[in-house]
């Protein structure tokens, strides 16, 4: 399978929190996170069989939707379909860790800053202009591509644009040492993004995905916060 995780690449830097507080309670993106926590434990109980046909069908897999664009359009619903069913599975504790901590700790000012309504939209986009972006890198993919982090880096391209300077505590390994820092919000996801650029070739990560929803939460994100008060970062 293609994981579409935030966590694949970033073993080394792990962010832990920010220093934002919400003014609203983020029931969105902690229902997206007791729903995927939720699929991952159904999923982990069934019988290995059985958890590659639910992968199967209801991952993304770009093949079968270039089958539906080039003749079979009644085939088309069912894997528009997938585009979102597929960010709800995950294949590995870490691919579901990685991607829900990035949701945790910048989903909830981006609720914060367009409201519960709007952001399930923005979240939801995010992560099918993901899915575009990989199909149109590589049709003709039999394998199918789960994973949160299309929408979850969606996510991250509106922090980068509303946040730049927030600053986000953040646990570095260096070879044998561990220490946190605090690096601003603009350095840790430029840094982030560049990495999916470099690694975009490599196989068994949907790289593209990662560059696509990052690119289209990076666009979209002010149509989203439009007639919405300004969340600021604190004064340092």
């Known amino acids: 399978m293609t994981q579409n995780g935030v966590h694949v690449n970033n073993k080394a830097v792990i962010p832990i929190r920010d220093n934002i507080p919400t003014r609203t309670i983020p029931i969105i993106t902690i229902s997206l996170i007791i729903v995927n926590t939720l699929v991952f434990v159904y999923a982990a109980f069934m019988p290995t069989a059985a958890e590659k046909e639910l992968v199967i069908k209801y991952g993304l897999v770009p093949k079968e939707l270039l089958l539906a664009l080039h003749g079979r359009p009644e085939l088309l619903p069912y894997n528009v379909l997938t585009m979102f069913t597929s960010m709800f599975l ?12 990035y949701l945790w700790i ?3 000012n981006i609720e ?4 519960h309504g709007r952001f399930i939209v923005f979240y939801g986009l995010s992560g099918v202009a993901a899915a575009l972006l990989q199909f149109a890198y590589d049709p003709a993919a039999s394998i199918p591509m789960i994973g949160a982090s299309g929408a979850v880096s969606g996510v991250l391209g509106a922090y980068l644009l509303l946040f730049p300077y927030a600053r986000i505590k953040t646990l570095i390994f260096i070879i044998i040492f561990i220490t946190t820092v605090e690096l601003p919000a603009i350095v840790l996801l ?3 993004f560049f990495m999916q650029v470099l690694f975009a070739h490599t196989e068994g990560v949907a790289w593209s995905a990662h560059i ?3 690119l289209f939460g990076l666009a979209t994100i002010k149509l989203f916060t439009l007639g919405r008060p300004r969340v600021r970062a604190p004064r340092r």
């Open 112 to 115: 914060d800053s367009t409201g």
């Open 212 to 214: 696509g929803g990052f």
């Open 90 to 101: 995950h294949g590995g504790f870490f691919h579901l860790g990685g991607n829900m901590l």
């Open 190 to 192: 430029t840094i982030w």
């Open 106 to 108: 910048f989903g909830n």
